[in-house]
């Protein structure tokens, strides 16, 4: 009977839970690291325990307690966003620099013009010193479009050349002949039909809503392109990444492999997974990139933007002096049009001797200094340079966020695979929710895509085109209302099945295969124990 309940004993010691072989293994090192990431030593074990209590990490003798799995899994979550948000805010920063350079060359741009009014303008007398508010004016409203004022450019071109029509013709009129408001706003309306500046007006309306437009489109493009990345990068992790991160990159701690680093496919499949919404920002990203490095060479390309600028304040002096040539033709006209104003008088001979002082001026003689056109080049490569190192942003980040993470080229043989040190087998999914339906390392319901993301993606679709139309000078606030960000694109299945295969995770190495076998007999060993004493009692009968 004694040696029944000795048997019975050694069943049950079998049976509980308990310290492993190997139980001595101490667990100094993980007690450091852990401290060392802010955390307490409440509770934390002094050696190995068994790893049945695990959720995460493989099951295995461990010095990680549940609450430590728990608090190293919202650790490694945190870390991971802090990367994506600082990966993010250097995007952004980027961004803001290019932002900052265009916008000081511009601003200059337009500065420089506008102080060379009083140079090239000052030859027309008091069609000059008269309206020097009307030209500022002028310069003003390009200012605040550039600045995102809801200006119709067409509109502020077209009144400024009516304003000078009105102006020119009632300090040409002779002196004593008094112009009703009635009577300049017919003059004014004769621009159209009569064309008194030439195709002065046409042509530099055309050229300068392309420039402004392109400009400040241009800038709008960088500062949607930095809220999206903002945005984004705000997005929180799904429950199923969280997991998939701690078993990357605390587990191998809790397992007693702290210096082996994740496989670098390992990692990646980690990361594709957890960024796969931000993936399929991809093709509106390149395309607004694209979009952005088209609106840049257009800066350069005859007439060149510096050009437009400059030539400002010389398209206006020419236009006047067309007007100068003609005006006694422009004046009966007006006369047959809207009616005489009054009885000639002595007239006003200013004008007249202006006419004769002042030669013709084009264009073509006020365009930009070399040392402007160089910067203008180096502007546009600058510019072009940076925007294409930004092109492949959302694709590469799992690859930048693993640089950091995971094991060299070399170390593939040695790494962490998420059970053990060992080869990663699995193969590298594809960028995008949809390429995830296979993912072995992260669960995700890709008929369930990310709406903040989805909302991104048409801000992105939204700038290109206005992009696009800012390239044929057309001014659109492009709203597109057909496309349904929620039901189309990367993240759908076909018919709404989503069948889902999941290979084989891992390679074993041969120490792993040497731990398992130990565990199966002791297992077998432990229930022949407990047979023992019930084959004992029957053969007492």
């Known amino acids: 009977m004694r040696l029944a309940v000795l048997l019975c004993m050694l069943a049950c010691l079998c049976a509980a839970p308990g310290p492993v072989a190997g139980a001595d293994r101490s667990c100094t090192d993980l007690r450091q690291f852990y401290t060392g990431k802010g955390f307490t030593l409440a509770g934390v074990p002094l050696t190995e325990i068994s790893g049945e209590h695990l959720r995460v990490c493989p099951q295995g003798p461990t010095c990680c307690t549940s609450t430590m799995e728990e608090n190293l899994g919202g650790l490694s979550s945190r870390e991971t966003e802090g990367l994506i948000r600082e990966a993010g805010r250097s995007l952004q920063a980027a961004f803001n620099a290019l932002h900052r350079s265009f916008d000081t060359f511009f601003t200059e741009l337009h500065g420089n013009s506008e102080r060379s009014l009083q140079e090239v303008l000052s030859p027309l007398g008091p069609l000059y010193s008269q309206n020097t508010r009307l030209y500022g004016d002028l310069y003003t409203d390009l200012r605040q479009y ?6 119709n450019l067409d509109e502020t071109l077209s009144e ?21 408001e009635d009577y300049l706003e017919c003059v ?18 055309a050229k300068v809503i392309r420039a402004f437009v392109t400009a400040r489109s241009f800038v709008q493009g960088l500062i949607v392109s930095g809220e999206v990345v903002r945005k984004v990068s705000q997005v929180s992790l799904s429950p199923e990444c969280m997991k998939a991160l701690m078993k990357l990159v605390y587990c191998p701690h809790c397992r007693g492999m702290a210096s082996v680093k994740p496989c670098s496919n390992y990692c990646s499949n980690v990361m594709k997974g957890c960024l796969a919404n931000q993936a399929d920002l991809d093709p509106e990203w390149q395309n607004l990139i694209d979009t952005m490095i088209q609106v840049v060479s257009s800066f350069s390309t005859e007439p060149s ?6 030539s400002i304040p010389a398209r206006i002096y020419e236009a006047v002096h067309i007007l100068q040539e003609n005006m006694d033709t422009f004046t009966a006209k007006v006369y047959q049009m809207c009616g005489t104003p009054g009885e000639p008088g002595t007239g006003s001979p200013t004008l007249h001797e202006q006419k004769k002082k002042s030669g013709s001026l084009t264009a073509s003689e006020y365009k930009p200094s070399p040392t402007a056109s160089l910067r203008l080049e ?21 690859v930048a966020i693993c640089s950091k993470l995971a094991a060299g080229g070399s170390g593939q043989d040695k790494c962490w695979n998420g059970i053990t040190k060992a080869r990663y087998l699995p193969e590298v999914m594809g960028d995008g929710l949809a390429n ?16 903040t993301i989805r909302q991104q993606i048409m801000q992105l679709k939204i700038m290109s085109n206005r992009l696009k139309n800012a390239l044929d000078g057309n001014d659109v606030d492009f709203q597109d209302a057909s496309d349904d960000i929620s039901g189309s694109g990367s993240g759908m299945c076909v018919g709404g099945q989503c069948p889902r295969n999941r290979p084989g995770l891992y390679a074993y190495s041969p120490d792993n295969n040497r731990v398992r076998g130990a565990a199966t007999f002791q ?13 004992f009692l029957l053969l007492q009968r």
């Open 160 to 180: 400024f050349w009516s304003r000078l029509l009105e102006r020119t013709f009632k300090i040409s009129t002779p002196t004593d002949v008094n112009m009703s």
């Open 188 to 205: 004014a309306k004769q621009q159209e039909t009569l064309r008194p500046f030439g195709d002065v007006p046409r042509d530099m309306k």
């Open 436 to 451: 995830q339906i296979n993912n072995p390392e992260v669960e995700l319901d890709i008929t369930k895509p990310d709406m």
């Open 523 to 535: 297992t077998s060993l432990c229930s022949l124990l407990l047979l023992l004493p019930l084959a």
């Open 146 to 151: 550039y600045r995102g004022s809801a200006l």
């Open 305 to 310: 933007l510096d050009v437009v600028l400059s």
């Open 378 to 398: 180096m502007q546009v490569s600058d510019l072009s340079s940076k925007l294409r190192e930004m092109r492949q942003y959302w694709v590469q980040l799992p």
